[in-house]
């Protein structure tokens, strides 16, 4: 069977989720890296209490306490922000900055303002339509092809090898940048070793009362007295 079009087979996979709890953390901890998030360490993908918190990460020096919902099909939002709530609560219990909750979801704009005024602190909420959006670019096509097995297609394989091409562009200007700059300060540090040796002082020679043609009674102290 073909795709469909305009991403509803990310959209659908994604809504209809069959993989359980262990494949929605490993999802939700993939997602947030490539977000830019570090030091993600998922609390019990297995199963198991976690301690109110599904992963806890890292950003822009902030501790972010992660929720992950995934539910078969889409839920009431008195569903979904019993749960929001639940997970909100692993802010205080884990001393977290922030708040982050990836679900499966699909929240409307009121029912996102409601759920983001919950509290004072930062809250992120990744619902299905960011979902979908970041698996349907290049970055995402890794992470949609091995957790809602959907290939890439024609138009996408070219855009990934775009997106390829420029990261490695990037990378050698960057790499030819700092080949100049080391060349540049390679080229200081001679200048300097040269001319500090050129311009070494010499050792101090102090000169004897004989190399001065002193007459020998002015050293000879018994003469004198």
Not at 140 to 151: K, P, Q, S, T, V
Request: contains cysteine.
């Amino acid at each position: 069977m073909g795709r469909q079009k305009k991403g509803q087979d990310t959209w659908k996979r994604l809504r209809d989720w069959h993989d359980g709890q262990t494949s929605s953390a490993r999802l939700a901890s993939r997602l947030l890296l490539l977000l830019g998030y570090t030091s993600i360490d998922p609390s019990h993908p297995m199963g198991g209490p976690d301690g109110k918190k599904d992963i806890v990460c890292k950003k822009d020096g902030k501790k972010w306490i992660v929720g992950v919902y995934f539910p078969n099909g889409q839920k009431d939002f008195k569903e979904i922000e019993k749960k929001f709530e639940q997970d909100l609560e692993g802010i205080d219990k884990n001393e977290g900055d922030g708040f982050i909750f990836i679900s499966n979801q699909e929240l409307k704009l009121s029912e996102k303002d409601l759920l983001k005024n919950k509290q004072d602190f930062d809250i992120e909420l990744f619902h299905l339509e960011t979902l979908a959006s970041v698996m349907d670019t290049p970055i995402g096509f890794a992470l949609r092809m091995e957790f809602l097995d959907i290939e890439m297609n024609k138009e996408e394989q070219l855009s990934y090898m775009v997106e390829i091409h420029e990261k490695l562009d990037e990378k050698i200007e960057k790499i030819s940048s700092l080949e100049a700059e080391n060349l540049q300060l390679k080229n200081i540090i001679d200048q300097s070793d040269t001319n500090s040796t050129k311009y070494k002082p010499a050792d101090p020679h102090y000169a004897t009362p004989k190399e001065m043609n002193a007459p020998y009674d002015y050293l000879n102290i018994s003469k004198r007295s």
